[in-house]
């Protein structure tokens, strides 16, 4: 009885198996949207303005910088402060994250924190922020599409935002998720590189019809949508009473590290001063929808490449130009088109790399596009940016690869400025000119003055071989 009780079980299970691998990898290989396909039209021309807009943008680079520009968003909240990211993990910068929505909940604003449903990493010990944000009348968690068993396609549908908004006048688009090493010091091994960009629209003026009410009418969709779940239901007296113990911890948190890092806490910010004057700023986004979606994001963005008159800058810490993807690029001819992207010895994500390794970066390098790779090898970037004719510049969470293109939510704001494109520009030919280095067509790189090829351990570039052999058959999921 118990061998077929166990012969039963394990034929569930690979029962199981195919089903998710058929609904939860193989129809996204097999449905994979064409460009005669795409229904929604994508006109570029609302990107480029003629006269000054009441919006202010700012591109924030540094590390620490990033921490403090959004504790001091926060600090000044004082009606609503929505939040939404990908990836919270457990540390330093997740406990200054946390404490600081409950010191401005304890203020009255009103705080809405969105968090993808796999990567939230609220569970075990972090389990109690779930309790103690549920605890306080001032904050609503949600989580975008929670596990679910029962329906692998809803796995894929990943919540790949990362905004901040503060009372209809400040906002913040990045690429950087919540982890130490987004925000770390000059000497901490492992570092990653990112890019933000800072909305702002004075308080004396309407925000109606600008890149940030865009960006406030996309949290709400996403926040209201179905796949948004509150993230407790019913609580136990022993939940609240744990909720409560983990507020009193939060807070002691936020007073602690006010007081030892007070780098991090600044007491004051002109945002006039530290953003640059635009013609033109339009937020953009993927459908919010499950399976494959319209690529709106990587369709606007090639259509602006396709319309380039002189030259194209791109960065982004993954590159997989799939075949579908390619079919959108349409023609740019006459110009200089940059390639900025990781190197094997920078990368921390070796399965997406190995993709890239295995099938592009030859390609790529003896294609007319200049691609350098960052060297690393103690740090990664991780920035997703654009620039176009030193005019159109483009920031957010989208990467170069089909994921980005066709499944997960993403976002990137478009920015008619000069003054913004000059200093993304002076910001990427520094990690460029100082910390990267050009791919020849055999694979190898050119010679440099400035930057030496950073050593591959064997264990990595074993381990990219041995990836490359199944990421082949999965590259529509990277």
């Given at each position: 009885m118990l061998k077929k009780l166990m012969i039963s079980a394990?034929?569930?299970?690979?029962?199981?198996?195919?089903?998710?691998?058929?609904?939860?990898?193989?129809?996204?290989?097999?449905?994979?949207?064409?460009?005669?396909?795409?229904?929604?039209?994508?006109?570029?021309?609302?990107?480029?303005?003629?006269?000054?807009?009441?919006?202010?943008?700012?591109?924030?680079?540094?590390?620490?910088?990033?921490?403090?520009?959004?504790?001091?968003?926060?600090?000044?909240?004082?009606?609503?402060?929505?939040?939404?990211?990908?990836?919270?993990?457990?540390?330093?910068?997740?406990?200054?994250?946390?404490?600081?929505?409950?010191?401005?909940?304890?203020?009255?604003?009103?705080?809405?924190?969105?968090?993808?449903?796999?990567?939230?990493?609220?569970?075990?010990?972090?389990?109690?922020?779930?309790?103690?944000?549920?605890?306080?009348?001032?904050?609503?968690?949600?989580?975008?599409?929670?596990?679910?068993?029962?329906?692998?396609?809803?796995?894929?549908n990943r919540l790949h935002d990362k905004l901040i908004i503060s009372d209809n006048n400040l906002a913040m688009i990045t690429g950087r998720n919540i982890g130490d090493r987004y925000f770390a010091p000059a000497d901490y091994e492992g570092a990653t590189n990112d890019r933000d960009a800072v909305l702002f629209v004075p308080e004396n003026r309407d925000p109606a019809g600008t890149a940030l009410e865009e960006m406030q009418t996309y949290f709400d969709l996403v926040w209201n949508h179905d796949f948004s779940q509150p993230a407790s239901d019913n609580l136990t007296i022993e939940d609240e009473e744990a909720g409560e113990r983990k507020l009193a911890e939060l807070r002691d948190t936020y007073a602690s590290y006010t007081a030892t890092h007070e780098h991090l806490f600044l007491e004051e910010l002109s945002w006039e001063e530290n953003t640059h004057t635009v013609q033109e700023a339009s937020f953009i986004?993927?459908?919010?929808?499950?399976?494959?979606?319209?690529?709106?994001?990587?369709?606007?963005?090639?259509?602006?490449?396709?319309?380039?008159?002189?030259?194209?800058?791109?960065?982004?810490?993954?590159?997989?130009?799939?075949?579908?993807?390619r079919q959108h690029w349409g023609t740019a001819e006459n110009i200089e088109i940059t390639l900025l992207t990781n190197s094997l010895a920078a990368t921390p994500n070796l399965p997406t790399y190995s993709r890239y390794g295995g099938s592009y970066r030859e390609e790529l390098a003896a294609s007319s596009i200049n691609l350098y790779e960052y060297q690393g090898p103690e740090q990664s970037i991780h920035g997703k940016s654009y620039v176009i004719d030193d005019r159109i510049s483009a920031v957010g969470s989208f990467n170069l690869d089909p994921r980005s293109a066709y499944i997960s939510t993403e976002s990137m704001l478009i920015i008619d400025s000069e003054e913004v494109a000059a200093a993304l520009t002076q910001q990427l030919d520094a990690l460029i000119d100082e910390e990267s280095l050009e791919v020849k067509e055999d694979g190898s790189y050119e010679e440099s003055e400035q930057v030496e090829e950073a050593e591959v351990p064997f264990s990595k570039a074993a381990g990219r071989r041995l990836w490359a052999a199944v990421t082949y058959f999965f590259e529509h999921l990277f």
């Open positions: 394990a034929l569930l299970i690979g029962i199981y198996f195919i089903y998710a691998w058929i609904t939860g990898a193989l129809l996204f290989q097999l449905t994979v949207p064409a460009p005669e396909d795409i229904t929604e039209e994508r006109n570029i021309d609302r990107f480029y303005g003629e006269e000054a807009s009441i919006e202010r943008i700012g591109l924030l680079e540094g590390r620490q910088e990033s921490k403090a520009y959004r504790n001091r968003m926060k600090a000044e909240a004082e009606e609503t402060l929505d939040v939404t990211m990908f990836k919270v993990t457990d540390g330093f910068a997740s406990e200054i994250f946390y404490s600081s929505l409950v010191e401005a909940a304890d203020r009255d604003v009103e705080v809405r924190l969105l968090l993808d449903g796999l990567f939230h990493n609220l569970r075990g010990e972090e389990a109690g922020i779930i309790h103690a944000f549920a605890a306080h009348p001032s904050i609503e968690l949600r989580f975008y599409e929670p596990l679910d068993l029962v329906r692998p396609w809803t796995w894929n986004h993927n459908p919010v929808e499950r399976m494959n979606k319209e690529p709106w994001v990587w369709e606007d963005l090639t259509n602006l490449i396709a319309g380039a008159e002189s030259s194209v800058y791109m960065q982004s810490p993954f590159v997989i130009p799939s075949d579908n993807m």
